[in-house]
């Protein structure tokens, strides 16, 4: 069972950034690709970014595109989601999944089995 932590949320201007950091266990972390998603209140979860783990290839929703960047440093174990330009929409609680059986394709193929406990990001206007 793979771990999934998720640090670096919390109460923000809107213009402002945060960085999300997601932690996962297990040996084999540079074949895992990985994704964020979140969650307004009242709403379902969506995807917001994704990395794979093979040639660290990126996905985006696209209300968050030019705002967002994922990035991974597979020797700390760690995906990041760096957020600028925060608007008060982007608030939501943000979750990271990992999909650790080296998969292929695009994140609508992978399958995210293990989750953390969620993050909370909010944004004041």
């Known amino acids: 069972q793979v771990q999934v932590v998720e640090t670096g949320g919390g109460l923000v201007q809107a213009g402002g950034s945060l960085r999300l950091s997601c932690a996962a266990s297990g040996r084999s972390f540079s074949r895992y690709a990985v994704g964020w998603f979140r969650q307004a209140p009242g709403k379902e979860r969506k995807f917001v970014a994704g990395?794979?783990?093979?040639?660290?290839?990126?996905y985006y929703l696209d209300s968050v595109k030019g705002r967002f960047t994922i990035s991974r440093d597979n020797a700390k174990k760690t995906v990041y989601l760096q957020m600028n330009s925060l608007k008060p929409e982007d608030t939501a609680v943000y979750y990271c999944?990992?999909?650790?059986?080296?998969?292929?394709?695009?994140?609508?193929?992978?399958?995210?089995?293990?989750w953390g406990q969620g993050t909370q990001v909010t944004v004041s206007s």
């Open positions: 999944a990992v999909d650790r059986s080296a998969p292929l394709g695009a994140p609508g193929d992978w399958d995210f089995r293990s």
């Open positions: 990395i794979s783990w093979s040639d660290n290839t990126t």
